[in-house]
């Protein structure tokens, strides 16, 4: 941890930015996951999916740079390199024999519930310790997560 003129306790901001470091790792993973469902999605879907697949990566990469940055801001060190992020990962690794649509919608699905409710449980998490900035990060972000898999799941219903 860095010095910094920030008023949380040192033992607090150690323990909030190993929560944040988890998250930004799954977020990271996430995001890489839905490039690859991008880039190789198949079926009779294809445009539809390709899109939104992308849009759906989009909308990560905000949140991925705020939390960083709130962990920096807190004095730690942002976890970002691909073997950070490869050892850190709570989500179950994306399938690379998987290329119909809607099982990639489904692997997709699976994976942003679980961030979801890990990002849920982070919000009292990080308010308990004293961060109430870090809550509303968490927040927002578990808010986008909801919305990504009501994307992902309106594909996956039949009416
Ligand atoms: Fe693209």
Not at 15 to 22: F, Q, R, T
Not at 44 to 71: K, S, V, Y
């Amino acid at each position: 941890m860095h010095k910094t003129r920030n008023d949380i306790a040192a033992n607090a901001r150690k323990g909030i930015v190993e929560l944040l470091n988890a998250r930004l790792a799954d977020l990271v993973d996430l995001q890489l996951a839905t490039k690859h469902a991008h880039w190789n999605v198949k079926g009779p879907n294809f445009i539809g999916l390709h899109e939104m697949f992308d849009e759906l990566a989009t909308t990560l990469a905000a949140p991925i740079d705020d939390m960083a940055e709130r962990i920096t801001a807190l004095g730690g060190t942002a976890m970002g390199s691909v073997q950070a992020v490869e050892k850190a990962t709570s989500l179950a690794p994306m399938p690379t024999d998987v290329f119909d649509g809607m099982k990639m919608v489904e692997a997709l699905a699976d994976r942003t519930a679980a961030l979801a409710k890990s990002v849920r449980n982070g919000i009292d998490e990080v308010d308990e310790m004293g961060d109430a900035d870090a809550a509303d990060l968490l927040t927002a972000l578990s808010r986008q997560l909801d919305k990504n898999l009501w994307f992902l799941e309106a594909h996956l219903q039949k009416g």
